[in-house]
């Protein structure tokens, strides 16, 4: 069984920086892709960044390119996300997910494995 944990949400201002990690387990994680989806208030989940496993490829929202940075540490199978110049839209439940495959899948629907979140805020 998959299981995903995420953690490093807060409260923070603008401009200001935090670090998502998700500490994946239950399987062999080499064949799967990562995604960081997040969700405000009243709205869809978003797409904000996909990561393979296999090779660390990345791929960004156009509203968090160059700001955030996914990674991942294989020997943790932990995946991260460092957000920088943090932006108030940027507010939401941040969750990770994963899918098996290595396509980029934008849609929340297509994955199937989904972490409890984590509240990221911040103020103006």
């Known amino acids: 069984q998959v299981q995903l944990v995420e953690s490093g949400g807060g409260l923070v201002q603008a401009g200001g920086s935090l670090r998502l990690s998700c500490a994946a387990s239950g399987r062999t994680f080499s064949n799967y892709a990562m995604g960081w989806f997040r969700q405000a208030p009243g709205k869809e989940h978003e797409f904000v960044a996909h990561?393979?496993?296999?090779?660390?490829?990345?791929t960004y929202a156009d509203s968090v390119k160059g700001r955030f940075t996914a990674s991942r540490d294989a020997a943790k199978n932990t995946v991260y996300l460092q957000m920088d110049s943090l932006k108030p839209e940027d507010t939401g439940v941040y969750y990770c997910a994963a899918r098996y495959g290595s396509f980029i899948v934008y849609n929340a629907p297509s994955w199937p494995y989904w972490g409890q979140g984590t509240q990221v805020t911040v103020s103006s």
């Open positions: 990561i393979r496993w296999i090779d660390g490829l990345t």
